[in-house]
């Protein structure tokens, strides 16, 4: 279920999503679409909805958790989200009496990648966010990309250092190949980040390869050894192998990197 047309954010270098879609950023009213879950429940008994829209606003979970409850309406729910402090433990209590669940963007766990993304999130809140996320009992996945432009293997080792540390605090986590997208901010002002787009595989793109498998199974070998929280249910082993088998495909799709441009 898609709920928003544009972004509120926008503004992520490696993201084309914000150049689907003309005019402002819009989104139907949270008190509409808890009605429509009421109603869904009621005729079809859907009990779960995942909102597939690239970035939900943590004011807009806010209202749309809130009027959930005010209206007794027993479904679970899932959606993408920033690293933003908004999401304070109050908040993410309240999500999680409502059913929620939550897929973050992190993306890079270096602030000077973060930066230079346009990510607009601060490294430095990962952690007080997803402890929170735990003690209130919500799930959480994490998506991260390997081979950003201009990452150094320095960096990379840093997230997935930061990673496998705390596979106690996230459900699973999904790690991606960097790929140019064609109407991304990378690929429209390249000069403005200093890279330069390569049609064919090059050495360092192996050796991102490799890095990138090695550790989304060393990572989802760890987190199937920890019971995460799943509205009360653990969650299972087939979602971390699953996760695997999609980076394994991934990487065999990719044909066009960017690499350093100096």
């Not at 989104?27 to 509409?32: E, G, Q, R």
């Not at 929620?100 to 230079?116: K, M, N, P, S, V």
Request: aromatic letters at 12%; glycine letters at 6%; charged letters at 20%.
């Amino acid at each position: 279920t898609t709920l928003f047309r544009s972004r509120y954010w926008g503004r992520c270098a490696f993201c084309s999503y914000a150049e689907c879609y003309s005019g402002p950023y819009r989104v139907m009213p949270a008190t509409a679409v808890a009605r429509i879950a009421e109603s869904f429940l009621e005729q079809f008994g859907c009990e779960q909805y995942q909102f597939v829209d690239d970035c939900a606003s943590p004011a807009f979970l806010a209202h749309f958790g809130a009027a959930l409850l005010s209206r007794g309406v027993p479904v679970t729910w899932s959606a993408c989200v920033r690293f933003e402090k908004q999401f304070t433990p109050e908040l993410l209590r309240s999500l999680a009496k409502a059913g929620c669940r939550l897929t973050f963007g992190l993306e890079t766990a270096d602030q000077r990648l973060l930066d230079y993304i346009r990510k607009g999130t601060r490294a430095e809140n990962y952690l007080p966010i997803l402890k929170a996320c735990k003690e209130a009992n919500i799930a959480t996945h994490l998506n991260w990309i390997a081979g950003l432009p201009t990452e150094t293997a320095e960096e990379l080792a840093g997230t997935v250092q930061f990673l496998e540390d705390h596979t106690d605090l996230y459900a699973y986590q999904f790690g991606h190949l960097f790929t140019l997208e064609p109407e991304s901010p990378f690929a429209k002002a390249s000069h403005e980040f200093g890279v330069e787009a390569v049609a064919e595989s090059s050495s360092r793109t192996a050796e991102v390869r490799e890095r990138l498998f090695a550790a989304t199974t060393s990572i989802g070998a760890r987190c199937q050894t920890h019971e995460a929280p799943l509205n009360g249910d653990g969650l299972p082993q087939w979602q971390a192998e699953v996760a695997r088998e999609r980076v394994s495909f991934e990487l065999e799709s990719v044909n066009e990197i960017v690499r350093l441009g100096h």
